[in-house]
């Protein structure tokens, strides 16, 4: 039985007097959290967990450095439950099994186990349905963390059974309300003028592990001045930015793009697109998604649109990074500022609809090629009207299948280009219905 405890996690350990600082200045209380109060206030769903004494199976899910492992520490003392710990990146099956079994024993001795599963998305399929069994019966109460969007990266079956409460990026309040408890535990202030101290807080990007990490090796250095901006940012690099290319970052940014580029707004359509590229996005990735666009949201209300983007992509192949990365910044922009329509993509969707409901209809015999006597015998290209020998190089015939009355799937905006596209049309249309 003493192996049992062998591996037992204490929920709230001692800081060790010349351990690191984030471990030092770890909370010992929920109340000591920062940045999360809409979660661990009286009000929040952690808060009223707590207050009822008793805990759901959750998934934290928030930014590296927002507290997600603290929180899952301080929830087991709060309740009084058995801490256990487990990485999906070092954990497997056997591992799995192994925790599964000790909880059901400290089960039956009267401690209910809180596991704790950190990067829990790492886990397959195949074992996150593992867990099922062991939270339906309560062997665990599964809290597990996330940086990923739990839709894309957990099985339904799972997310199901456990909460999804999400943990806010750390504001700038929050990061320095970090620093004065530093400070205060280090007993001196950072060597840092007020304008460094803020860019340091910057520097973090909502990270209060990787602003800890920084201000210790502030305090480690010995300085005859307070640094200024120039002087932190020598000294310190900044935290790189948290963006992945194949998963929700990207995704978030590319929509953000995408819907600023429709919006008319080129400064916040030029910054999103400065975070994907500054971040390391494939630069031919987001020439590809202005393409799109050009074609989706802009359309013939200024055909130039897509000619910018296709030669932006030209220039980029030929300059490469970064001076290629201008001509980006260009069809950004131009597509921008452009005049919007969605008439074509519009059109597509539905020529497409009715191409699929209306099957093999036969075009009208008139417009049919007769390459052969045969084809000609039976009324391929008789009557056919050609449209140059009209006046004003229009016959107004009718193309459409026998079977089927005319349908109408482009209908121009009557914005940029499109208006005097939509004043033709009228003409052609007013010349059909009189038959002049």
């Keep these: 039985m003493a192996d049992l405890f062998a591996d037992f996690t204490p929920p709230a350990p001692e800081p060790v007097a010349d351990g690191p600082l984030a471990d030092r200045l770890r909370p010992a209380s929920l109340g000591e959290v920062v940045g999360q109060g809409h979660l661990t206030g009286p009000d929040g769903a952690i808060g009223r967990m707590v207050a009822a004494g008793r805990l759901s199976s959750m998934v934290l899910w928030g930014p590296p450095g927002t507290g997600k492992t603290t929180i899952a520490r301080l929830l087991a003392a709060a309740v009084g439950l058995r801490y256990a710990q487990i990485s999906a990146v070092f954990s497997g099956v056997a591992d799995l099994k192994k925790v599964f079994a000790e909880a059901r024993e400290h ?9 704790f599963v950190d990067e829990i998305h790492r886990f397959n399929r195949a074992q996150q349905d593992g867990f099922l069994p062991y939270v339906e019966d309560g062997t665990v109460t599964l809290v597990g963390a996330t940086t990923e969007n739990p839709s894309f990266e957990l099985n339904a079956a799972l997310l199901s059974r456990a909460q999804v409460l ?7 309040g929050a990061l320095a309300e970090l620093l004065a408890r530093a400070e205060a535990v280090e007993g001196r202030a950072l060597p840092l003028d007020e304008a460094a101290r803020a860019a340091l807080i910057a520097s973090a990007d909502g990270d209060g592990r990787f602003l800890l990490n920084q201000a210790e090796t502030l305090f480690a250095i010995a300085l005859d001045a307070p640094l200024d901006p120039a002087g932190l940012s020598a000294l310190l690099q900044r935290r790189v930015a948290v963006y992945d290319k194949d998963r929700e970052g990207h995704y978030n940014l590319i929509s953000a793009l995408h819907k600023s580029l429709r919006g008319s707004d080129p400064q ?9 590229l500054s971040a390391g996005e494939e630069p031919l990735y987001v020439l590809r998604r202005l393409t799109r666009f050009a074609s989706e949201d802009i359309g013939l209300a200024d055909p130039q649109a897509l000619v910018q983007c296709l030669a932006a992509k030209d220039a980029y192949d030929f300059l490469g990074s970064p001076e290629g990365e201008l001509a980006i910044v260009q069809a950004c922009l131009y597509c921008a500022t452009a005049p919007k329509s969605n008439a074509a993509y519009t059109a597509q969707k539905a020529a497409w609809k009715s191409a699929r409901e209306t099957g093999s209809l036969m075009p009208p015999p008139s417009i049919l090629n007769a390459p052969t006597r045969l084809m000609k015998d ?8 050609y449209d140059h020998d009209h006046a004003d190089g229009f016959s107004g015939a009718d193309y459409w299948p026998e079977a089927m009355a005319a349908q109408r799937f482009y209908e121009p905006s009557g914005r940029g280009f499109e208006q005097r596209i939509a004043e033709r049309m009228t003409w052609w249309d007013e010349r059909r219905r009189t038959g002049e």
Excluded: E
């Design 268 to 276: 916040a359509a030029l910054y999103y697109m400065a975070r994907m």
């Design 107 to 115: 089960g039956r001795l009267g401690k209910r186990t809180l596991l």
């Design 166 to 172: 999400i943990l806010h990026r750390l504001d700038a």
């Design 378 to 385: 039976i009324g391929y290209g008789k009557g056919y009207a």
